[in-house]
């Protein structure tokens, strides 16, 4: 398997990456390369891997961007489960978001906040009865 995996190799040409060629706002370029992937029509275009620390080690999974607002990326998650007691012990996190398809990932690090009361029940009240029943359990 070492030695597979040491071959595996794949030619990225698709473009280069010219500074001269990307908006001079980072948030408004990220909203074009996303529209650009969800184009593709992948399922689940908006999944990132959310990194958080917990005990000086990190630690990563994925989780669906659900809104680009205020200069910043949006995600929502139960306060009481592992990721958001570590958001709260520290709020310093990185995302990951990784588009194969175009040869592109983008690196976000930044401080997580939460959103207002407001914020949080319009959108679970968006969410399908069953994925409602399992966050409330």
Known sequence: MKKELQNAR???????LEISSVDKDPLEQFKLW??????IRIRDFNAMV???VNDNKPTSR??????????GLE??????????????A???????????????????D????????????EYFATRPEESKIGAWA
């Open 10 to 16: 794949e030619d990225y040409r698709q473009e280069v």
């Open 34 to 39: 996303l529209k650009e992937y969800q184009k």
């Open 50 to 52: 959310l990194s958080t």
């Open 62 to 71: 994925v989780v669906l961007l659900k809104g680009i607002d205020k200069g």
């Open 75 to 88: 995600f929502y998650t139960n306060y009481t489960s592992n990721k958001g007691k570590e958001i709260a």
């Open 90 to 108: 520290n709020p310093h996190v990185s995302l990951n978001f990784y588009w194969p398809e175009l040869e592109r990932q983008v690196r976000v």
């Open 110 to 121: 930044g401080r997580a906040e939460k959103l207002t009361a407001a914020e949080s029940d």
